[in-house]
């Protein structure tokens, strides 16, 4: 797989520009793979914000806090799991929008 970097830094930028790194990579990037992994980024960076959203709001009658937390351990989980696939060279697919990008 080339471009492992590009790879490693669209996972690697849901803690400091989520929306951000993967709209500018996509947009200038011609490799489809990456494209294609820059989207999912960033659909899964807006798609969980949304979700954390809404549980923040619903946790104040107790029933998003479970989800609070869910959505919240995925935002940082996924992106470990796609740097640490990325540098083994193997490809992943972000949880919630890897089968809507291909």
């Known amino acids: 797989m080339e471009n492992k970097g590009l790879r490693i830094l669209i996972h690697a930028s849901t803690w400091f520009a989520p929306i951000v790194v993967p709209l500018i990579i996509y947009l200038l990037i011609a490799d489809r793979e990456v494209k294609s992994l820059a989207l999912q980024a960033l659909i899964f960076h807006f798609v969980i914000g949304i979700l954390i959203g809404i549980s923040a709001f619903l946790s104040w009658v107790l029933i998003?806090?479970?989800?609070?937390?869910?959505?919240?351990?995925?935002?940082?989980?996924?992106?470990?799991?796609?740097?640490?696939?990325?540098?083994?060279?193997?490809q992943f697919q972000y949880p919630i929008v890897g089968s809507w990008v291909n």
Request: charged share 10%.
């Open 64 to 90: 998003g806090i479970p989800f609070l937390i869910i959505f919240g351990l995925m935002a940082i989980i996924a992106p470990i799991i796609g740097i640490v696939r990325a540098l083994n060279d193997r």
